[in-house]
């Protein structure tokens, strides 16, 4: 997907700093941070939607939670704990229909989130 930004990112088309990176993912920090700790995880394959997932990308879908936990401990916020959290759709508040994870803490979250 050409005018899609975090293929951009995936591909080093922009500026962004990458936290983390596989031959499947990359990480990098939120642009506009909800928490002191906020980063997105995102396959490199482009794939729109949680709704756009295929049973063989599951593999793939899973590797973005063990990049959260990896990038947890690196970010010292895995003993006191953190969210992942993944948007789809309109209802669901997905801004950017490239999947992704993002990845919160450094602060007590508070529960439900935008209820
Ligand atoms: P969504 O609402 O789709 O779940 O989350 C999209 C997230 O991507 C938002 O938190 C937004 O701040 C972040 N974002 C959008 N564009 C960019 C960008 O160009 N660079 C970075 N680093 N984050 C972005
Ligand atoms: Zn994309």
Request: proline share 4%; charged share 15%.
């Amino acid at each position: 997907m050409t005018d899609c930004i975090f293929c951009k990112i995936a591909k080093k088309e922009t500026a962004t700093h990458l936290l983390y990176e596989d031959e499947l993912v990359v990480a990098f920090d939120d642009l506009h941070a909800k928490a002191p700790i906020h980063t997105l995880i995102i396959p490199k394959l482009h794939i729109e939607t949680i709704n756009n997932i295929i049973p063989q990308q599951e593999s793939l879908v899973g590797h973005l939670f063990t990049v959260a936990s990896i990038l947890a401990s690196t970010l010292n916020i895995a003993e006191n704990g953190y969210r992942v959290v993944m948007n789809c759709n309109q209802h669901g508040g997905q801004a950017v229909y490239h999947i992704h994870l993002h990845l919160l803490g450094g602060k007590q979250l508070s529960w439900p989130p935008g209820c």
